[in-house]
């Protein structure tokens, strides 16, 4: 954990001022090592889709020591012990996915926490320095850890204001992919009407105090999700942003296409 790193971020957010990241689904750790050497304020390693165990995923966390980048992993669920697990290997903070109530978010903070405040059990890897630093560590993790739920279901809307009452989570992360699923609009981003649930939900976390964050997929939504009052703000995913780069130079050559689910290069639609 690096509590440097991490007063820095929580510094920034104070300030109102907006930080920046990416999420990380490719196993190569040299594009941690840009985003670090870019300055990014945090990454997001995706253990729940995608290819990456945990042998590329502390891969992923080693390029961030000695930097400002804060380094958190998306764990596959809720778990006590998958968020043991990513803690123990160095990880500033956990992204908890399909958080709906303030229960399961007290649940969630209560496993990244040591007693008697959590149930996060002392490892000997990592974070404690292999066991050489357990008393530093154990003294200050409580304090510094991150746990940013992620937002990405109707359900959670109601639940919006006692979420915001739950100590330990001052930071929160949208997925709205699986919340337009989950409202009947499986397959859009965005659909009807979730734009403005989401919103909504972004501005009773806010009044409370939280910062609010969302991955955007182009400069021209970045610049809209930094209008609507989201703070940290994602400039994309590493493999998204290869595909958007490798398009764009398809288009000037002519022979751009849109791939088939079936990663048939036959199947692939020209693009028009």
Not at 131 to 154: K, M, W
Request: proline share 4%; hydrophobic share 45%.
């Amino acid at each position: 954990m690096k509590t440097r790193a991490l007063r820095a971020f929580r510094e920034k957010l104070a300030a109102g001022r907006a930080v920046h990241g990416l999420w990380i689904a490719l196993d190569s750790a040299s594009v941690t090592e840009m985003a670090v050497a870019l300055g990014l304020d945090w990454i997001v390693i995706d253990a729940e889709h995608g290819q990456l165990d945990w042998s590329q995923i502390v891969e992923h966390l080693r390029a961030t020591v000695r930097s400002d980048t804060v380094a958190l992993v998306r764990i596959a669920e809720r778990s006590t012990v998958l968020a043991k697990r990513a803690l123990d290997l160095g990880a500033d903070g956990i992204v908890v996915p399909m958080i709906e109530t303030a229960e399961q978010l007290r649940e969630a903070v209560a496993d990244c926490r040591y007693p008697p405040e959590g149930r996060r059990g002392i490892g000997g890897e990592r974070a404690t320095a292999w066991g050489q630093a357990v008393v530093e560590h154990t003294a200050e993790a409580n304090d510094h850890v991150l746990v940013v739920p992620l937002i990405e279901s109707v359900r959670a809307v109601a639940e919006a204001g006692r979420m915001a009452e739950v100590a330990g989570a001052d930071v929160f992360l949208f997925g709205p992919s699986d919340f337009s699923a989950s409202a009947g609009h499986r397959g859009q981003w965005e659909g009807p009407g979730v734009a403005e649930q989401i919103l909504h939900v972004k501005d009773v976390l806010c009044r409370a105090g939280k910062a609010c964050g969302v991955l955007a997929r182009s400069p021209e939504e970045l610049a809209i999700r930094r209008e609507q009052g989201f703070r940290l703000l994602g400039i994309g995913s590493d493999a998204g942003m290869l595909l958007r780069s490798m398009h764009e130079m398809l288009r000037a050559a002519g022979c751009d296409r849109t791939p088939a689910a079936s990663l048939d290069p036959r199947d692939a639609t020209p693009a028009r």
